[in-house]
DNA sequence: CATGAATGAGCCTTCATTCAT
DNA sequence: AATGAATGAAGGCTCATTCAT
């Protein structure tokens, strides 16, 4: 018996973000993806239960590579300031140097397709961050206790700024975003 | 010659509205739409072009709606830190207390189904707005030049709380809130 | 009360024949068709029962165009030769000048839409020629008792000339047209 | 994987061919032609690429078994007297036992649906035939030089015969075919 | 495991026709 | 008489999914 060939999984992924980045979501056929994957589609169903579990399951990859692209340069030693800087920023050029990804997001962020326990489960990963902040809390080094309120500065407005990135509206270099990092600090410290 | 009801109309944007916050884009197609607003299918298509029309057109609406909002109790007198606070509480109020038009907007503000000049058009609502930022920056009020930063810290993270608070995961009082305007204007202001 | 208006029907025949011809039987609606017409579908109905009607009306006019044109010139002291000739002429004549008619003739000659009794009434036209080409028989001018089957050989190939030279395929100038004229004289007179 | 069966090919293409004859192009819609054929509506489309394709190419299969029927006998040794006569006869008898093949060809022989290429590329079976006339026009045995003039003697009359044995206006047995057959003779030989 | 064939349900849209003014 | 609004049915076609090999 031979064994499910990762590869196909992998295009399939593929194919699946990028038709729904280009197509939206309406777009994104199964017979689509499947051609586009070079695959039959009935093949898709062998690796995934059906549109709502691919999906779902390709959400959660996603959100792993973020997680993985953020905490590339983790280390436990790191202050609150240098936590949430390297959180921010690593967000921002992991969006702007995918853009597929960056698409997805924002397609399926708010989406009713991705089911709460997905969303919950890519939270996971973010822990060692939010044990940082808590304690630095504690330590009267951040002003706000709400750990989701401090979240909302350090996460919304560097995705926002992504996309304006992106649209072309305006130019974030260095320098703006800089600029921003300094501002969510602001907020969250005083 | 029968007169274009805009019972009809109102109808069918509500019956719009509320199957796309349900069911997502995909869920709500025209005929779930008709049958909603108890019309024809056929009906639609005297008031809309087409699909894409009618959603561009529905998000125009909204927006109107949001801006109109926003703006009832604005007058040219307000400072800036009045005009920023009275923005995003507006901001947040209207969307804690329309929460279709939340869900809409989340789904249809990064869509690639609503027409770039349209969005274009929603924001003319705003000038005012624009108008008294910039203003004050010159006066030196304000710390950030860039105008869409300064709006991204506005508006990004009043929509992020507001859906938090419509999902549960925290209760946005005017406690929280009020905590949330200071952090933006500390973000903007220095 | 206002009177039926009869530039009002005249203007929804022509619509309807040009829609016909240029967008086949298929892309002929009666909403386009009403539009082209500058009359609203409801209009149609008042002139018409339904479509079927118009249709059948429509042929009957067209047809009696035809056989009014025809006979234009024709009178009773035609010999059998000259009221072929004169038929023959006529028909290939009318058809190159009336690309319309033809268009209509060949999409409806053989359909299901037009109705038996219809076809029939549009042959009452014709009846004069008919009644000279029994004269002729019995007088031993013409060799083919079946009348039927002379007037196919006076119909068929002008009509398809008529079509080869709409559509360039050949060009049926008078020297072609002639010997045309030859060859079905030839086939009936022996 | 499953074959493709042609058995269904052929279930689509009668069905369509006997809607199209009996309810007309119009009557004849995709859902019709499924249901006659029992078949999914979605399986034509693997089939086919769209409603025209199909039309064009159940017009192509058609064109292809009538210039079978009429070369089953036809062999290089014949006169050009026979050979006319062959094709003649042929087309009669292949109309008469084919009424739907008759109908569709009334149909669609004019049709704009039919794409010009496809008219062309079903000309090619007759090439034989041309070839036979051309010569017999150098060796003097046929009067008509222009090759589209005698093919519409030929052709026209005799499938405006089949047309009115069908419909009962005529009873066109072999004694009337015969008569037909040297009418269009001798309106091309002379 | 992998596939292309096959499907019923549903998509958006337009149809011929009628309603209400 | 004339109209634009309104409609249920149907149009062609594609969907997510399953079948049979």
Same mark, same amino acid.
């Given at each position: 018996?031979?064994? %499910?060939? +990762?590869?196909?999984?992998?295009?399939?992924?593929?194919?699946?973000?990028? $038709?729904?980045? !280009? =197509? *939206?979501?309406?777009?994104?056929?199964?017979?689509?993806?499947?051609?586009?994957?070079?695959?039959?589609?009935?093949?898709?169903?062998?690796?995934?239960?059906?549109?709502?579990?691919?999906?779902?399951?390709?959400?959660?990859?996603? %959100?792993? +590579?973020?997680?993985?692209?953020?905490?590339?340069?983790?280390?436990?030693? $790191?202050?609150? !300031? =240098? *936590?949430?800087?390297?959180?921010?920023?690593?967000?921002?050029?992991?969006?702007?140097?995918?853009?597929?990804?960056?698409?997805?997001?924002?397609?399926?962020?708010?989406?009713?397709?991705?089911?709460?326990?997905?969303?919950?489960?890519?939270?996971?990963?973010?822990?060692?961050?939010?044990?940082?902040?808590?304690?630095?809390?504690?330590?009267?080094?951040?002003?706000?206790?709400?750990?989701?309120?401090?979240?909302?500065?350090?996460?919304?407005?560097?995705?926002?700024?992504?996309?304006?990135?992106?649209?072309?509206?305006?130019?974030?270099?260095?320098?703006?975003?800089?600029?921003?990092?300094?501002?969510?600090?602001?907020?969250?410290?005083?």
């Amino acid at each position: 018996m031979r064994q %499910k060939d +990762e590869n196909k999984r992998e295009a399939i992924y593929q194919s699946a973000l990028e $038709l729904i980045t !280009t =197509e *939206g979501l309406t777009g994104a056929s199964m017979a689509k993806i499947a051609k586009k994957a070079h695959v039959s589609p009935a093949t898709i169903y062998i690796y995934f239960e059906n549109k709502e579990d691919m999906l779902n399951k390709l959400y959660l990859m996603i %959100k792993g +590579e973020l997680s993985d692209y953020i905490f590339r340069d983790y280390h436990n030693d $790191l202050s609150i !300031t =240098e *936590g949430m800087k390297l959180y921010m920023k690593s967000l921002f050029h992991f969006m702007v140097s995918h853009p597929f990804h960056l698409s997805f997001h924002e397609q399926f962020y708010n989406s009713p397709v991705i089911k709460q326990e997905v969303k919950e489960e890519a939270m996971a990963g973010y822990t060692p961050l939010f044990n940082l902040y808590e304690q630095s809390y504690r330590e009267g080094l951040v002003k706000i206790p709400l750990l989701e309120l401090a979240g909302v500065y350090l996460t919304s407005p560097i995705m926002d700024l992504a996309k304006l990135h992106r649209s072309g509206a305006i130019e974030v270099n260095e320098e703006v975003l800089n600029e921003a990092l300094e501002m969510s600090l602001r907020a969250i410290m005083g």
